[in-house]
């Protein structure tokens, strides 16, 4: 009953009725002046007293907030940086108290408080050095987790790169290597007189590529495939041609001085009047190449297959064919002088005209190879008996063995003689050439 009194005796009005009535009471009680005027500045007053109040008042939420975060990073700071002195610095600070108070006392006390000081001193040098060496421990820590960092990130992005390229590999395995275009008609691009000696060309696929005039010297060609390639002219000195897969390829007028072509397989390959001096073609096949007019002099051919190969008029002063295989070789007109046919299989092969002077032909094998005016003038021969069915002329020069090959031999007509026939009843009848040497 009390509240509902009150609320009665006093009823509850806005602030617009209130500013009313408080205006009609000065207007009633006011002597004098302006009362628009005076309300006017009343108005103003109580409007600039609100906006200060609400300026300087901050809600009770935003001032927890602000001490919570306060409270959390000092905590923080406290954990981080070890504000609370260690026991070492409580001893020293009681010590340095305590030599002040006895050098204050007077008396002895000044001198007793000297020691004191002294190993107050040393403590915090002591104390101080230790803090230097830990800080620098820290600082070497944090750079080694650096570099970790560092390496661990380059390694994440090396492993995503090979990913990359593995993945780039599967979906395009034509890619893998690159080719240089190949010159199948007249549209194709043509690298004729182009210069490729900085080109890494190792192991690539090169089938029936047109490189004739090239620059291609000291070039690294290990295990590519030239098959049917075109590189007529080209310049290959010292070029690296090991294990090549050259099969009909066109090396005519090439230079090949000094290359290396151990291995290499060059079967119906066209060197004909190639530049090979010096060139090591150790175990290469070159059967049934044409090697007309090539310059061979002092080439390592240790173990190359010739067989069916023509060398007619080729230039093999010098060279080494010591297990050569030329079964069925032409090298008609052919120069051999001082050349190692030791062991050579020269079975069937045409030596006509051929310039054997000073060669070595010590365990060859000579079994129907034709000797038809050819020069053996110096040559070594291990054993003539041991040559079966060579077919000589009046012309062939046998040096010192001629009176033995005259023994051994029989007469075809025509100039024509065998020298060992199998089963022959006039061995050794009717021989007289017409020129003995």
Not at 6 to 35: C, M, S, Y
Not at 41 to 46: F, M
Not at 254 to 264: D, I, K, S, T
């Amino acid at each position: 009953m009390t509240r509902k009194r009150r609320k009665d005796a006093v009823p509850a009005i806005t602030v617009h009725q209130a500013f009313e009535n408080l205006r009609h009471w000065i207007a009633e009680h006011d002597t004098g002046g302006d009362i628009d005027e005076g309300w006017a500045r009343l108005r103003q007053a109580i409007e600039t007293e609100e906006k200060e109040k609400s300026r300087g008042k901050t809600p009770a939420r935003v001032r927890r907030r602000a001490v919570k975060s306060l409270r959390s990073k000092v905590s923080r700071t406290v954990r981080a940086r070890r504000v609370l002195p260690s026991f070492e610095t409580v001893v020293v600070c009681l010590a340095f108290v305590t030599s002040f108070s006895m050098f204050l006392l007077g008396g002895s006390w000044p001198v007793m408080s000297l020691p004191l000081l002294a190993a107050a001193g040393c403590m915090w040098l002591a104390q101080d050095q230790d803090r230097r060496k830990q800080e620098l421990r820290e600082r070497k820590r944090r750079q080694v987790l650096e570099e970790f960092k560092v390496k661990r990130r380059k390694a994440a992005m090396l492993d995503k790169q090979r990913k990359l390229e593995a993945a780039h590999r599967q979906t395009t395995p034509s890619q893998q290597q690159p080719r240089l275009p190949v010159c199948r008609n007249e549209s194709d691009l043509n690298l004729a007189g182009a210069d490729l000696r900085s080109v890494d060309l190792l192991g690539l696929n090169l089938i029936g590529a047109c490189l004739p005039n090239t620059t291609m010297d000291g070039c690294g060609l290990r295990a590519a495939n030239l098959f049917a390639a075109n590189l007529s002219g080209a310049n290959l000195f010292s070029a690296d041609l090991s294990q090549a897969e050259l099969t009909n390829a066109d090396l005519t007028r090439a230079e090949l001085a000094g290359a290396h072509l151990v291995g290499a397989r060059l079967t119906g390959a066209n060197l004909s009047w190639a530049h090979l001096p010096g060139a090591n073609l150790s175990g290469a096949i070159l059967a049934r190449a044409d090697l007309t007019g090539a310059d061979l002099s002092s080439a390592l051919l240790t173990g190359t297959d010739f067989s069916g190969a023509d060398l007619y008029s080729a230039d093999l002063d010098g060279a080494h064919l010591s297990n050569a295989h030329m079964h069925g070789a032409n090298l008609d007109s052919a120069t051999l002088r001082r050349a190692n046919l030791r062991s050579a299989y020269l079975y069937r092969a045409n030596l006509s005209h051929a310039d054997l002077r000073d060669a070595n032909l010590a365990g060859a094998v000579l079994t129907y190879a034709v000797l038809i005016d050819t020069d053996l003038s110096g040559a070594i021969i291990s054993a003539v008996k041991d040559i079966r069915d060579v077919t000589w002329s009046e012309r062939t020069r046998w040096g010192r063995y001629f009176s033995e090959v005259v023994e051994r031999s029989v007469a075809l007509g025509r100039g024509r003689f065998k020298l060992n026939p199998p089963d022959s009843p006039c061995r050794g009848a009717a021989l007289r050439p017409s020129v003995s040497v």
